[in-house]
C-alpha cells in the first residue's frame, strides 16, 4: 500500500475503527495498547518494497495479520481478473518456516478460491526460488511467497509474482496496489475447497535436477567436497543437502539448525549476512574440519559461505562470493559477447571490470533481485544474449534460466562446484581472491546500515536521505565531491529510486538507501585502490563521511 503517514486524529478513528471489527484475542490486543503501540501500529498502511510487503506480525495496518493477507489476496486477485482474458486462473504459494506463514497461506488460497482462481499451494515450507519456480512449471497466472526472508522472528511478509516467475516489478505492483487499495481490511469471502490443490511433488524433483543436471555441465566428476550446512531453521533443508549429495559430495549438518521453527531458537538474525548464523556451525566444523561452510536464511535464497585459510575459517561477504563464483565461470570458458551479467547498483563495480575484460556485457539494475528477474526474462523474450549469471551484495545469486529470483539451492550447489575446483588446484579462497584482486584491481566494498525504528525512525530517515540530495555537509575529511546522482530524477535509464550516489575523487563511491525491507537506512561504501592498505584506508575514511552525515 502507499505510504500514507496518518496524523494523530486519523490513527485514533483508524483504531476505533479496528475496535469495532475484530474480535477474540485481537481485540485484548488492541485494548491492550498504549499511545506509542497505537501510533506505531496505525501510522500508515504497510507498503510494498524491494521484497513485497515486510513488518512485524501484530494488529492494525502497519502489522502483518490475517486482515492485511485477506486484504492485499483480494487485490492481487482482482488484478489478476483485469490483466488476464481467460478465465482459467491459477496461483502457486509457497510459506517460510516462521510462526503463522502456514496459516497466512491457508487464508491467501481460500481467498484466492472465493474470486473462482485455483491455487496450488505447498504442503510443506519451501524456498521462495522453489514458487518461482512452480509458477514457470505449472504454467500459473501468479504466485504468492509468505516470507520475512532473513528479518528476525517477529517479524513476516507477502511477496507476489506474475506469470514469468519474476516478483512484482514497481510498475505492476503499482496497478496491484491499486486494487488492494480498493479493498477494505475486513472484506469478506467465500472459500471454495475444490479450487485448492497441492503442488505436485513431480515439480520439486523438476526443480532439484535442472540444478543437478546444470552443474554437472559445469563439472561431470567433481572431487567431493567436504560441506558443512545450517538451513537457520529454514526451508533450504533438506533441498540443499539432496542437491548437493546428488552431486556426490559429502554433506554434514547443523543438527540443533535443521528443525523448521519460526522462533530461530538458535540465534537472534537468521541472515547469512550475519556472523551470528555461523556461530553453531564453527562450533562443528572444529571437529569435522569441513571444506566449506554454508548457511542459508529462512526462504533459502539467500547463502553466505566461510572457507578455510591457514587453520581459521573465514567469512565471505556478498561481493567477494560474487566475484569468486563469475571469475570461476569465466574459467570455465563462459565469457564471450554470448553472454551477459547482471548486478544491482550498489554490488561491486569489481564485477564491471571482470565483464569488461572478458568480453561480457554487464547489465545494471536498481537494488531488488526482482529487477534481476525482470531483465532476464525480457532478455529472454527478445532472443537477445543468453543470461549467465546475476548477483547482488546482499548474499543473492542466480545461475541458469529455471527461476526468476535469487536461488540459495542452486547458489550453493555451484558455491560447492567452484570449491571443488580451487580445491583441485591446491589452493584456498584467499589465494584466489587475491589473484582476481592483483589482475583487476582492489576493490572494496562496506555496508554501514542503521536503524530507525517506528513512526519518528521513518522520520529521521527521510531528514538523512534529504540532506545528503541537498545540503551535503562539508566533511573533516579533504576529498573533493565530482557528482552526485539522484535516483529520483531517474539514472542511467533505470526507474526512478529513492537512492543517492556520490562520486568523490580517487575511485571513492557512496551510494544511500533506505530499505525496502526494514526500517533502516544503508549506505555502501565502494573503492578501487592499489593495494589491501590504500583500500582499507578509503573505506575507513568514507565511513567516516557517513557517520559524520547522519550526526550533524
Not at 510459506?95 to 473462482?116: H, M, P
Not at 496450488?120 to 497466472?141: E, G, I
Amino acid at each position: 500500500m502507499v505510504n500514507l503517514h496518518r496524523n494523530k486524529e486519523q490513527i485514533i478513528e483508524e483504531y476505533n475503527r479496528w475496535m469495532k471489527n475484530v474480535k477474540g484475542d485481537m481485540l485484548k490486543e488492541l485494548e491492550a495498547m498504549d499511545e506509542e503501540e497505537i501510533i506505531n501500529s496505525f501510522y500508515r498502511d504497510l507498503e510494498f518494497g524491494t521484497g513485497g510487503m515486510r513488518g512485524l506480525m501484530g494488529i492494525g495496518t502497519n502489522r502483518i495479520n490475517n486482515y492485511l493477507i485477506s486484504k492485499a489476496t483480494i487485490g492481487f486477485a482482482n488484478w489478476l481478473k483485469k490483466v488476464n482474458k481467460n478465465n482459467d486462473l491459477s496461483v502457486a504459494i509457497a510459506f517460510d518456516t516462521r510462526n503463522n506463514s502456514k496459516e497466512f497461506a491457508k487464508i491467501a488460497s481460500e481467498v484466492l478460491s472465493g474470486k473462482g482462481i485455483k491455487s496450488y499451494v505447498f504442503s510443506t515450507p519451501a524456498p521462495t526460488p522453489l514458487l518461482s519456480f512452480a509458477v514457470r512449471d505449472l504454467n500459473c497466472s501468479g504466485g504468492i511467497v509468505i516470507t520475512a526472508s532473513h528479518n528476525p522472528s517477529e517479524y513476516n511478509g507477502y511477496k507476489v509474482y506474475t506469470s514469468d516467475g519474476t516478483q512484482a516489478v514497481p510498475k505492476i505492483a503499482s496497478e496491484i496496489i491499486a486494487e488492494i487499495e480498493k479493498i477494505d481490511y475486513f472484506e469478506g469471502y467465500e472459500k471454495k475447497d475444490e479450487l485448492i490443490n497441492i503442488v505436485p511433488e513431480e515439480t520439486e524433483k523438476r526443480f532439484k535436477k535442472y540444478i543437478v543436471d546444470l552443474m554437472k555441465g559445469l563439472n561431470p566428476d567433481p572431487e567431493p567436497v567436504n560441506v558443512l550446512y545450517s538451513p537457520l531453521h529454514g526451508t533450504g533443508y533438506p533441498y540443499v543437502p539432496d542437491v548437493l549429495k546428488e552431486l556426490g559430495h559429502n554433506v554434514s549438518v547443523v543438527e540443533e539448525q535443521t528443525s523448521p521453527d519460526g522462533n530461530f531458537p538458535t540465534l537472534n538474525y537468521p541472515n547469512p549476512e550475519d556472523e551470528e548464523a555461523f556461530s553453531l556451525a564453527l562450533k562443528k566444523a572444529t571437529e569435522i574440519k569441513p571444506d566449506i561452510i554454508i548457511t542459508t536464511d529462512p526462504d533459502g535464497d539467500r547463502m553466505g559461505i566461510m572457507c578455510p585459510v591457514n587453520d581459521e575459517y573465514v567469512r565471505l561477504t556478498g561481493n567477494e562470493t560474487g566475484v569468486l563464483m563469475l571469475y570461476y565461470l569465466i574459467e570455465k570458458g563462459l565469457s564471450n559477447e554470448d553472454y551477459y551479467i547482471v548486478k544491482t547498483i550498489v554490488t561491486t563495480d569489481l564485477a564491471e571490470k571482470l565483464a569488461q575484460k572478458n568480453n561480457i556485457e554487464l547489465k545494471e539494475t536498481l537494488t531488488g533481485f526482482k529487477f534481476i528477474g525482470e531483465l532476464i526474462e525480457k532478455n529472454e523474450k527478445e532472443g537477445k544474449a543468453k543470461f549467465l549469471f546475476g548477483f547482488e551484495e546482499s548474499f543473492g545469486y542466480l545461475y541458469g534460466t529455471h527461476v526468476r529470483d535469487k536461488d540459495a539451492v542452486v547458489a550453493t550447489s555451484l558455491a560447492v562446484t567452484m570449491i571443488s575446483h580451487i580445491k583441485n588446484q591446491g589452493e584456498n579462497i584467499q589465494d584466489r581472491l587475491e589473484t582476481i584482486y592483483k589482475k583487476y584491481g582492489y576493490y572494496g566494498n562496506r555496508l554501514l546500515s542503521f536503524s530507525y525504528e517506528g513512526y519518528e525512525g521513518s522520520k529521521k530517515i527521510q531528514r538523512i536521505m534529504k540532506s545528503l540530495r541537498e545540503d551535503i555537509k562539508r566533511t573533516s575529511e579533504d576529498i573533493k565531491l565530482i557528482e552526485k546522482l539522484d535516483y529520483l530524477e531517474g539514472v542511467k535509464g533505470l526507474p526512478k529510486s529513492n537512492a543517492v550516489e556520490l562520486h568523490y575523487e580517487n575511485d571513492i563511491k557512496l551510494i544511500a538507501r533506505p530499505s525496502g525491507t526494514e526500517p533502516k537506512i544503508k549506505f555502501y561504501l565502494m573503492v578501487k585502490a592499489s593495494s589491501k592498505e590504500e583500500k582499507r584506508q578509503k573505506l575507513d575514511t568514507l565511513e567516516k563521511i557517513v557517520k559524520e552525515q547522519i550526526n550533524r
